[in-house]
């Protein structure tokens, strides 16, 4: 009985995991063990030898039983040490830098021109890209032979053989969506129509996608100096300076009588531009008074009503603005580009650190 205790308490303790564990366990007591063979013989024992025996069987199988149970629970504790070791965690570790993104200019120009012209009164109206060639041409008083409508310089959409239905473009300007505003609510409106246009021109100034604000005012008595007014408000506004020169240059565009190009005053000084003051002038926008026939396109008396409108290159003026010598830095929508070609907003530090990764 002794040799028996003896082997199980050994191999017990020397159990490496509980598998072995369990392999004696079921050697002493499971139900063909050692121990448990040895309970059933006390059946066939007289009831003086049970009387012996049973105590001392007894008193070796809860031995037995508690040495497993204090193995199973080293073994544990052991196993529990090591998943701890192996998955220990430095939460002191710096985090992961999380990239992050930046409003691209030309959106963020948008952003300022909506703010700028909201602030004089103007709403921002919006409308289809894919447009009549009614509402982009005929509405604007341009001429079914004006040459801007050739297939050279507008996108025409397919019509299938045989639809004779007017074709659709994709908008050669934003000034549609302003003939929908005038049809839509009438005189007086004040609007901004900012988005993207479409015209064939490739080059290196120039892309087949770009962006235009245009603005159009209507009132009984609206006048150029109102127009020169808001022009040079948003100048200043929009360039951050406090005092702007605009000069008036006569024109003519088809859907304004009289126009007008407008410059703004500005030096090149050792490759930089600064506006405001100097004695060069840079063209930044067309303007006039909205042409009659266009008036009426919209639904609006022009014995009635008169207005300004005025039609602003949004690449050109975020360039401009923020130093960017090249079309490809929006054209690529590549912030590398922009980053190269010193894109002013990069330098604010918040934007920086989400960028130097
Ligand atoms: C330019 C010229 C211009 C307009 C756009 C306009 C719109 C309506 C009626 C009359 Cl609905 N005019 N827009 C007027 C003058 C010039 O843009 O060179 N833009 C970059």
């Known amino acids: 009985m002794d040799a028996l205790r003896g082997k199980f308490l050994d191999q017990i303790s020397s159990a490496a995991d509980p598998d072995a564990l369990e392999a004696v366990r079921l050697a002493a ?35 037995i039983d508690a040495a497993l149970k204090a193995r199973r629970a080293s073994l544990e504790d052991a196993a529990l040490d090591a998943r701890l070791k192996a998955e220990w965690l430095d939460v002191t570790l710096p985090g992961r830098p999380r990239p992050m993104g930046t409003i691209h200019p030309i959106s963020q120009v948008m952003d300022e021109l909506t703010a700028i012209f909201s602030d004089m ?134 859907f304004t009588e009289p126009s007008a190009e407008v410059d703004i005053r500005c ?14 002038w840079l063209e930044i926008l067309g303007s006039g008074m909205v042409h009659p026939h266009v008036l009426r396109a919209g639904g609006i008396d022009p014995d009635q009503w008169q207005g300004f409108a005025f039609g602003v290159g949004i690449d050109r003026i975020a360039m401009l603005k923020y130093g960017i010598p090249d079309l490809r830095a929006f054209f690529e929508s590549d912030l590398r580009w922009l980053r190269h070609y010193g894109f002013a907003a990069l330098d604010q530090p918040a934007l920086a650190a989400g960028l130097s990764r």
């Open 121 to 254: 009164g103007f709403a921002v109206a919006e409308g289809p890209q894919i447009e009549s060639d009614w509402y982009n041409f005929d509405a604007l008083n341009i001429a079914p032979e004006h040459p801007s409508r050739q297939e050279m310089d507008t996108f025409y959409m397919h019509r299938a053989p045989g639809d004779n239905r007017p074709p659709h473009v994709l908008r050669t300007h934003t000034s549609p969506v302003q003939i929908r505003a005038m049809q839509d609510q009438g005189a007086p409106i004040r609007v901004i129509a900012p988005g993207r246009v479409y015209r064939m021109d490739m080059d290196q100034t120039h892309t087949p996608m770009f962006h235009q604000v245009e603005g159009l005012a209507i009132d009984r008595d609206i006048s150029m100096a109102q127009l020169k007014w808001t022009l040079e408000e948003f100048c200043r506004a929009f360039f951050e300076v406090d005092e702007v020169e605009l000069r008036f240059r006569a024109s003519h565009f088809p």
């Open 29 to 63: 007591l499971g139900k063909k063990g050692e121990i448990s063979l040895k309970m059933r013989d006390l059946g066939q024992m007289s009831p003086e030898e049970r009387q012996s025996a049973g105590p001392v069987l007894n008193g070796l199988k809860s031995e």
């Open 267 to 280: 030096s090149w000084e050792g490759g930089q531009l600064k506006i405001g003051e100097g004695k060069d």
